[in-house]
């Protein structure tokens, strides 16, 4: 993308716009929360202007058309992610949520003792958890697939982890740590040979580059509205049609039901058997406007410019031999940990927002990992589509006025 185009984008954001403790802002932590454009902001605030009615539930005229566009909603999300049926997917409150479901329903009813779990080291906590917690119930087994010394995932490692005991491999798209997409349909590949259901994590993938869950042969994919410009407390769960219609529900009550007598009761068919009580109606509306917003850019142009911008973050990063870089430095995506040495990563982060650069520092959810790292935490900054190479002049600027400021040297 030109700059022009970007400019024209960075104008939907206003937010963009403010000033930060007296600085230009620069936005990058875009991996914990992306920010909402004007025209999915109108779009929202009309429909609670004109729309707004509880869905599934009348024939009224506002009920019908809330109903219609949430249905819609789903319809988007489909086929954003090429799933085959749209009663494949299943809207929750995040991608948290959807991995607990699937640990809740599919692992409860398909885990047994001694079976194994595969995950990688590289998991956020809430791809982890759960699983964690399931084997505990379970007196099941599980296993981390390590990295190797570029800290990329060991496919290698990969093959002898997952064995004929295994039922189920966890795993994320890409990292929200290490600047790295896995090779996930090798990773599918393998587990399916020995009969393993995949559940991926597709939190930090969606909005960043096409994702096709046909093609990958993803089981499961799970990803949050608010990592792709759509309100909080929205998410996804896809997953295939044969394994969604074998699961138990999750939750009860109303709307997710067929029959109920006192002392029994019969599920309502996909998807709804999954959605019980008033759903985030405006959270999946908004979650279709953002998907419309990204087709208009386009996901291919956006992978582009993202690798673009993330290369040159790289070429000025590791310059800087006072920083050390996590993940590999070859195919990097737009996520960038790193350490300034002797500096700890929490007054890193504050006097960079001291510059008007918002960026994270911690465990970002993955302890695990950081102790594989060796680490206790790190600083995170990370890319979108509405940034640009000033942000990261200033990111570089920042970094190096930071260690001039605790170090005394550049
Ligand atoms: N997985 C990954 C890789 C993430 O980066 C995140 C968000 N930091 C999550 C899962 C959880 O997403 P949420 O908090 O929106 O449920």
């Known amino acids: 993308m030109d700059k022009e185009a970007i400019t024209k984008i960075r104008n939907d954001f206003p937010i963009l716009k403010q000033k930060i403790n007296g600085n230009r802002l620069a936005y990058l932590d875009n991996a914990a929360t992306m920010q909402m454009p004007v025209p999915i902001l109108h779009k929202i605030n009309s429909f609670y202007q004109t729309s707004y009615a509880n869905v599934h539930r009348s024939v009224d005229t506002l009920g019908f058309n809330a109903t219609k566009q949430y249905e819609e909603a789903r319809g988007k999300v489909a086929s954003f992610i090429n799933a085959a049926d749209a009663n494949e997917i299943i809207f929750t ?16 009813q398909n885990i047994h003792e001694q079976d194994e779990i595969v995950l990688t080291i590289m998991e956020h906590h809430s791809n982890l958890l759960p699983w964690q917690q399931l084997a505990k119930r379970k007196g099941a087994i599980l296993k ?14 990969v093959k002898k982890k997952i064995t004929a005991k295994t039922k189920i491999v966890a795993i994320a798209h890409a990292s929200n740590i290490l600047g790295m997409m896995n090779p996930i349909e090798k990773v ?32 499961f994919y799970t990803f949050s509205g608010h990592k792709m410009l759509a309100p909080t407390g929205i998410g996804v769960l896809y997953g295939k049609k044969q394994l969604l219609d074998q699961m138990t529900p999750y939750r009860f009550g109303g709307e997710m039901i067929d029959n109920v007598t006192k002392y029994n009761a019969t599920w309502a068919d996909l998807p709804q058997k999954f959605e019980a ?7 999946a509306i908004g979650l279709g406007y953002a998907i419309d917003y990204l087709h208009e850019i386009g996901m291919n142009r956006i992978q582009t410019y993202e690798n673009e911008l993330s290369k040159y973050l790289m070429q000025k990063i590791e310059k800087l031999d006072f920083v050390d870089i996590y993940g590999p430095k070859e195919n990097h995506t737009g996520v960038f940990s790193f350490n300034l040495k002797n500096i700890h990563p929490h007054d890193v982060a504050t006097a960079l927002d001291m510059q008007g650069i918002e960026v994270r520092a ?9 102790r594989r790292l060796g680490v206790e935490s790190t600083v995170r900054a990370s890319l979108s589509f509405y940034n640009n190479k000033e942000d990261i002049d200033q990111l570089i600027a920042g970094i190096s006025e930071t260690e001039e400021f605790f170090n005394g040297t550049k």
């Open 93 to 108: 409150s995040g991608c948290t949520d959807s991995l607990n479901l699937v640990a809740a329903t599919y692992g409860e």
């Open 144 to 157: 981390y697939i390590d990295l190797t010394e570029s800290q990329t995932l060991d496919l290698d490692d």
């Open 188 to 219: 599918i590949k393998i587990a399916h040979q020995v009969g393993a259901v995949v559940v991926v994590d597709g939190a930090q993938a969606v909005s960043h580059f096409p994702v096709d869950v046909q093609k990958m042969d993803a089981d």
């Open 277 to 283: 009580g008033t759903p985030n109606i405006i959270g």
């Open 362 to 370: 911690g465990h970002h959810c993955a302890q695990p990992l950081m």
